[in-house]
């Protein structure tokens, strides 16, 4: 399975770095002989110097050969008409281009196809995607990912020395809880771990737990937080991001919104954009603003202007002033997701991650609906539509040769919720949550396709 990216910035190295971990034959085309130089240093991979408007270095990195090419460069244009090349050069490649402008994707963001691309991902519309998904399950913490077709939620939770997982084996945990779910990975040392139910826990693993929507209560309560679903938003910065986001949210809701914008012609275009907001035309480092419009009674402050460090920094100092809850946006320097996960910031965003998911979903075929990264890119957990065609149908879990390479961790079978035992048969229409390392995604993606 061979793969082109075409630009070695964020989004694609973070893209080769997973398909490497797949190990992908992968090929990384780069403009910049600088930035091409440090990527084969760190990567396992071949780069190709030059552009991908050059028919000729597309033919020497051989897209005629690849199942994909992903063109992720800083310019639309570019991704445009990589695409149309590799089409032209060959129609069976799987083409996928990052495009911002709205001018090729439509006023609402939604990727069509243009000059015979066959998926378009627009990094800003994926980022807040992400963000509304965070408000609207009311679960503002990193350790949460939920699914675009299920109501079951993955919790990432930190197992202490008090905590009820701690030297307990797989099998004896749900009874614990006293709840229903599924162990999907564990996460210990650095390294990832497919867990069986012979599996113990220790203290110190993180474990990847996937549970009914209506459990939320007795999970979080394990990691130390309740569920929170915002009356009164803030926002600061009146970027694409944030227009994306307002969209999101249902019209009448707008008028508990107030957006923070510095420029006076941003925010008079946001103003006119979305008349039930309010808008406030201010520098949000000026250190009277959160007084004087009184956003200690706000129940949760997004900050996702284009600077990642004043994101950070809003977000966090929102907390000491008793907003309840912070998201802060990561663009340009994804060193800081950590960082700022240890500054009191309830959820941090990357428009990379988000960004890499959904081409990542594009990549593994129209049989999956939705991918997510776990652990820095250890393991993935998507979901699989089932059809009548799918070689498991009709069998048992228990039936399926999984050969301890990934766990099914949740069914969604016509709209109800189901957290699976090794009886429960697979039917057409099914769509599974299954969670897999890296190295383990081409057999297991193969097995359920």
Avoid: W
């Avoid at 398909?19 to 403009?31: A, F, N, T, Y």
């Avoid at 994101?311 to 320097?333: E, G, H, M």
């Amino acid at each position: 399975m061979k793969v082109v990216i075409l630009g070695a910035g964020k989004r694609g190295t973070l893209l080769a770095r997973h398909l490497i971990q797949e190990k992908r034959d992968v090929v990384i085309i780069e403009s910049d002989p600088k930035r091409a130089s440090e990527i084969q240093s760190k990567l396992d991979c071949m780069v190709v110097i030059g552009s991908g408007t050059d028919v000729e270095k597309l033919r020497e990195a051989e897209v005629h050969k690849a199942s994909s090419f992903v063109a992720v460069t800083d310019s639309d244009e570019v991704n445009l008409v990589a695409c149309g090349l590799v089409e032209n050069i060959e129609t069976r490649v799987n083409t996928i281009a990052a495009i911002r402008n709205l001018t090729y994707t439509g006023k609402e963001g939604v990727p069509t196809t243009v000059l015979g691309i066959n998926y378009i991902v627009n990094p800003e519309a994926e980022a807040a995607k992400s963000i509304f998904n965070i408000i609207d399950r009311g679960v503002f913490h990193d350790v949460v990912i939920t699914f675009n077709n299920s109501n079951l939620v993955l919790y990432n939770l930190y197992v202490d020395t008090k905590s009820v997982f701690a030297k307990q084996n797989v099998a004896n945990c749900r009874n614990a809880l006293k709840t229903e779910f599924v162990i999907a990975a564990i996460h210990r040392d650095g390294e990832g771990i497919v867990p069986s139910g012979n599996t113990v826990i220790y203290p110190g693993d993180t474990i990847s737990v996937v549970a009914f929507d209506s459990d939320k209560e007795t999970l979080l309560t394990l990691i130390g937080q309740k569920k929170l679903k915002p009356k009164r938003i803030i926002i600061v910065g009146g970027s694409k991001i944030a227009r994306f986001l307002l969209k999101s949210f249902p019209i009448p809701f707008h008028k508990n919104i107030t957006l923070v914008e510095q420029n006076s012609e941003v925010a008079e275009t946001f103003a006119t954009l979305f008349p039930q907001i309010l808008v406030v035309q201010s520098d949000i480092t000026d250190e009277t603003i959160f007084e004087d419009e009184r956003f200690s009674s706000y129940d949760l402050l997004i900050s996702v202007t284009d600077n990642d460090e004043l994101n950070i920094i809003t977000a966090s100092y929102a907390k000491q002033v008793r907003v309840p809850r912070s998201i802060a946006l990561i663009k340009n320097n994804n060193n800081y997701v950590r960082l700022a996960s240890h500054m009191g910031i309830n959820s941090v965003i990357s428009v990379s991650e988000a960004t890499v998911d959904s081409l990542l979903k594009y990549m593994r075929g129209s049989h999956v609906s939705s991918v997510h990264s776990l652990f820095g890119g250890a393991f993935e957990i998507f979901e699989f539509i089932i059809t009548s065609e799918t070689g498991i149908v009709g069998k048992k879990i228990k039936e399926i040769n999984m050969k301890n390479r990934g766990v099914i961790a949740g069914i969604t079978s016509k709209t109800v919720n189901i957290i699976p035992t090794g009886d429960y048969t697979i039917l057409p229409d099914d769509i599974l949550i299954v969670c897999a390392g890296r190295e383990h995604l081409e057999y297991i993606n193969k097995l359920f396709s």
